[in-house]
């Protein structure tokens, strides 16, 4: 075999449609376009979903949600997970061992909700004013 004699099977593929090449070829006269009318014209075009003036379905269906990007590698994390971590500095690699956050997340906040019991140190991490509070209280630390 030869890379010069390779070809598609027998009945895979079909001529192209030679259209007005006279009567006898069985496209000719209208060359397959019907009688009149705006598409039987060369330049004949009207707007992708276009419905002769009725309201496209497009246009009749409403507008759905939106769904942001980032919101899919965000994670929120309450105080009372941050318990159950024995690392010494909680960073987002930290949380992923001890599966509090998805493998695949980014962006980490901790949220207050629950208390917390000893002095937490956290690195790279977002924390909400609440929060802040309740980790400095437990004596924890908050480096950016």
């Known amino acids: 075999m030869n890379l010069n004699n390779i070809k598609p099977a027998l009945g895979s593929t079909s001529d192209r449609k030679r259209v007005g090449r006279g009567i006898g070829c069985g496209w000719g006269k209208t060359c397959a376009r019907g009688h009149k009318g705006q598409k039987s014209r060369s330049g004949g075009f009207h707007k992708v979903g276009f419905e002769g003036g009725q309201m496209p379905l497009q ?10 990007r980032i919101g899919r590698v965000s994670s929120e994390v309450r105080l009372s ?5 024995d690392a010494q500095i909680i960073d987002l690699e930290a949380l992923k061992i001890a599966n509090v956050v998805t493998k695949n997340t980014l962006h980490v906040k901790v949220m207050l909700s629950g208390t917390v019991d000893k002095a937490i140190n956290l690195k790279g991490i977002k924390v909400s004013k609440g929060a802040r509070e309740a980790i400095e209280a437990a004596g924890g630390q908050i480096e950016a």
């Open 59 to 68: 246009r009749r269906l409403p507008k759905v949600g939106f769904t942001s």
């Open 81 to 85: 997970e941050l318990n159950s971590i």
